[in-house]
């Protein structure tokens, strides 16, 4: 290299003191570069190629880079040491920091200095900021891998200047797609990303348990207008938009995205969380807080859905999924519904109303059934004032599932004879029971929860034997457990039908059925008696209880006690309306008065 090149070269590597104090002999410099770049063309279009060519613009780019490693080394020793230190992490970050902030604002003086002392088709700025970008990066990936031993805070320093960085390259004409950082989790932003994913998630589901056993260990609290609450649905959704505000001051991208994500898997922690509450099933004011609680998380996950989403730069919106753990609120709120709707049938005295239907003097005087929605009245009244509305409407609705399936039960199991005055009874029942809830449902939804039983009562008032089959074809599109085992008991309750026609209408009935359900519900035999515990009346409210479309269900005599059977609860306590056991004393049928069950 001669003394001239040398020269040159010293004075290219000095670009940006130059820059700011002497431009006319760094564009002194660079027109050497540049004309020394035109004879190099001019000498290989020629054919003289013997000729070397000195190449000085690839050359300057070089003597840059060099210049750039020699300014950028202080930081990274820096950083190296940081990877060393193992301590003391937030004051070496703070340093490295602050050198980092240091070459960003010396990137805008060369976009403003150095850049227009060189031709425009150099795209000087680009080459250097390249450099620059590269060391940086270099330095990102030092403090990633010292992650573990940095501090949230300084985790969230780093990625508070990536965030400036970033503004800062795009005032200066970068291109969106070409000033990020690698991602992958095996360099810096990834390492640190996940680093403080994983303790916020840490974090987060440690809170979330300490919420929830809090919650569940004191009394609900009353609201003004009566509905019972916890303060864990406040508390979960505080501390988790907390979260997300730390990280929307420094990242409205990768970072916040991932905690948004992050965000929703607590959600299904915590929510799998409260699911193992409700076993052993909570007292009936815990399960109102419950369900109350579980609606407001369903509203503020909407909420906080929306305020990530609008939030997200362009780039990240619309990849945040959090559709699936909203539902997963409400689908709480149903399972504690259903388990209030258990507490009000697993009263002992409520439950032997039952066994009084189709059999005894008082139903067909109307006392029953007029006792069985007194007693529902005052169970209604008390979760109207304790519930939301939306879903004390839900639990209506539930209850009149569950009220007609142990109506269907009675009659198929404790029905002695069907009579026109017996008939003229279910008649009366069913509008009644419909009247009752009309208040509560809608009516198009009430009639279609009630039709099972109406159905039910055409099939025991059917004139003929096609009349029957046809009523029971009806039948099984709304109820389709209902057996022709169970719908026996029905059939011999008819001493109008002689004995062949009684095998007439149930030789079609069990045509129909196995049409109808070639695989999915057996009709399988009852097993000895003295092989299980389980009650006809307990088998015929598991099959009154299946849904069209849904799941097959073989009931066995392990089994069928366990899925049909409410155990008493003490949780709840009796409404003032409730029937006591002294006064309306059960009429019990006889297990040889019975016709023999199948199972299903």
Request: glycine letters at 4%; proline letters at 4%; hydrophobic letters at 40%.
């Amino acid at each position: 290299m001669t003394k001239f090149e040398e020269r040159l070269w010293s004075l290219i590597r000095n670009f940006v003191e130059l820059g700011h104090n002497n431009p006319a002999m760094l564009v002194a410099a660079v027109r050497v570069v540049e004309i020394q770049e035109m004879v190099d063309k001019q000498l290989e279009s020629s054919g003289r190629a013997a000729v070397p060519m000195k190449r000085y613009r690839k050359r300057m780019q070089q003597q840059i880079g060099m210049c750039i490693q020699d300014i950028t080394a202080p930081l990274l020793q820096r950083c190296s040491q940081l990877v060393a230190a193992g301590q003391d992490t937030d004051k070496r970050t703070n340093e490295i920091l602050d050198d980092a902030h240091d070459f960003v604002a010396q990137l805008a003086d060369i976009y403003d200095f150095v850049s227009p002392c060189f031709p425009e088709k150099y795209g000087i700025f680009y080459v250097i900021w390249k450099q620059y970008h590269e060391h940086l990066a270099f330095m990102l990936d030092c403090m990633g891998a010292c992650a573990e031993q940095l501090a949230n805070a300084d985790i969230l320093k780093v990625m508070g200047w990536v965030n400036q960085y970033h503004d800062t390259l795009r005032d200066l004409g970068i291109e969106e797609e070409e000033l990020g950082f690698p991602l992958s989790a095996d360099r810096g932003i990834g390492m640190l990303t996940d680093k403080y994913i994983d303790r916020m998630r840490q974090q987060l589901n440690a809170w979330c348990t300490n919420i929830l056993q809090a919650d569940m260990a004191s009394e609900p609290k009353v609201a003004d207008d009566g509905t019972l609450w916890t303060p864990g649905a406040v508390d979960f959704f505080r501390v988790v938009n907390t979260q997300v505000s730390v990280v929307e001051e420094t990242s409205k991208g990768d970072m916040l995205l991932k905690t948004g994500q992050m965000a929703v898997h607590v959600m299904r922690d915590f929510q799998e969380a409260e699911q193992r509450c409700l076993d052993p099933e909570p007292s009936v004011e815990m399960l109102c807080a419950i369900v109350n609680n579980n609606v407001r998380c369903y509203n503020e996950s909407m909420e906080f859905a929306e305020r990530v989403e609008d939030t997200l730069d362009d780039d990240h919106k619309g990849l945040l999924d959090i559709e699936e753990q909203c539902r997963g609120f409400l689908d709480l709120a149903k399972a504690a519904t259903t388990l209030l709707v258990k507490s009000m049938f697993s009263d002992t005295a409520f439950l032997d109303l039952f066994t009084k239907l189709c059999c005894s003097d008082d139903w067909k005087q109307g006392t029953t059934t007029a006792s069985i929605l007194a007693t529902l009245g005052d169970y209604l009244e008390d979760f109207k004032r304790m519930l939301e509305d939306a879903f004390f409407k839900r639990l209506c609705e539930m209850t009149v599932e569950e009220a007609v399936a142990h109506y269907i039960a009675a009659i198929l199991t404790f029905t002695r004879a069907i009579t026109e005055e017996g008939v003229s009874r279910l008649q009366a029942d069913h509008d009644q029971l419909v009247a009752f809830f009309q208040q509560h449902c809608k009516a198009d939804k009430l009639n279609k929860l009630a039709a099972p039983l109406q159905h039910l009562k055409d099939v025991a008032a059917a004139d003929s034997a096609d009349t029957f089959v046809l009523t029971y074809t009806t039948l099984l599109q709304v109820a389709p457990g209902i057996t022709p085992t169970l719908l026996e008991h029905i059939v011999q309750a008819r001493t109008d039908l002689s004995k062949a026609d009684a095998r007439e209408v149930m030789l079609d009935c069990r045509e129909v059925f196995a049409t109808r359900h070639s695989h999915d519900v057996s009709d399988a035999p009852l097993p000895a008696k003295g092989k299980n515990t389980t009650t006809p009346f307990k088998i015929a409210l598991v099959a009154a209880k299946r849904k069209p479309g849904g799941n097959s269900e073989h009931v066995t005599a392990g089994t069928a006690s366990n899925k049909a059977a409410d155990k008493p609860s003490s949780a709840l306590p009796k409404p003032s309306g409730a029937i006591s056991q002294k006064s309306q004393e059960p009429v019990m049928i006889s297990m040889t008065s019975v016709p023999k069950l199948e199972f299903l």
